[in-house]
């Protein structure tokens, strides 16, 4: 036991010089620096949100992203519409693979849902995208938050990432789809390592050092 929490403190001490740092952040910093491209007046970080369903409040904070600050289809018989906001950076891919996490929240009318999608890319220098991965489509239960996850593995010659947050509108005017506390994190791949030398499960360290830097980040 003594051993483990040695090994324990051991493995903290080599994760924060490795740098587990949650790279982007949450909507309560939409208003600073974000980093936020939005293209869309339907989006915008709010306090709350009225749908027909309910509100909707934050998963996390004072604020979350709303694709419903205004309608986007001037008739409920209209395609399908998608709209979204990204960013991109160059933190921390040296090496690192990354993980994307976050809230997701859609509205489901009679059994029809608006919808969500996170999409983690990454580019080399010419703009060439090198990889991408997809969340698949996001849905919850009405007022519930839904957690997603988004990873890619370390790539050669990766010079940026690219954050997509996507809404879809299949039911009524509006896009009801939301996120909170969407967060890119690098994997501490040295530390993964380390754990498999030491022979520690190591997940549930990972788990709570995130969780620590999670609540840092509020
Ligand atoms: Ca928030
Ligand atoms: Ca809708």
Do not use: C
């Not at 909507?27 to 306090?47: M, T």
């Not at 997603?148 to 299949?170: H, S």
Request: aromatic letters at 14%.
């Amino acid at each position: 036991m003594k051993n483990a929490l040695k090994f324990y403190h051991v493995f903290v001490a080599f994760a924060a010089l490795v740098g587990i740092v949650p790279l982007r952040v949450n909507a309560d910093l939409f208003d600073h620096d974000s980093g936020w491209v939005i293209n869309d007046p339907q989006i915008a970080a709010v306090a709350s949100q009225k749908q027909t369903t309910g509100f909707v409040y934050p998963q996390e904070g004072t604020s979350f992203f709303s694709f419903a600050v205004l309608p986007i289809r001037s008739s409920a018989g209209d395609p399908p519409v998608t709209i979204g906001m990204y960013q991109t950076g160059a933190f921390h891919l040296d090496g690192h693979g990354l993980r994307l996490t976050g809230w997701v929240q859609t509205e489901n009318r009679n059994g029809l849902w608006d919808t969500g999608e996170a999409v983690l890319s990454i580019y080399d220098a010419d703009d060439a995208l090198l990889a991408w991965a997809s969340s698949g489509v996001l849905t919850s239960e009405n007022l519930e938050w839904q957690a997603f996850a988004v990873e890619l593995d370390a790539i050669y010659g990766a010079a940026y990432w690219r954050v997509d947050l996507y809404g879809t509108v299949f039911d009524g005017y509006y896009v009801n789809t939301f996120y909170d506390d969407v967060q890119l994190v690098a994997l501490p791949v040295p530390g993964a390592a380390l754990l498999g030398l030491l022979g520690l499960g190591g997940s549930g360290g990972l788990l709570r050092w995130r969780r620590r830097m999670t609540a840092m980040a509020a």
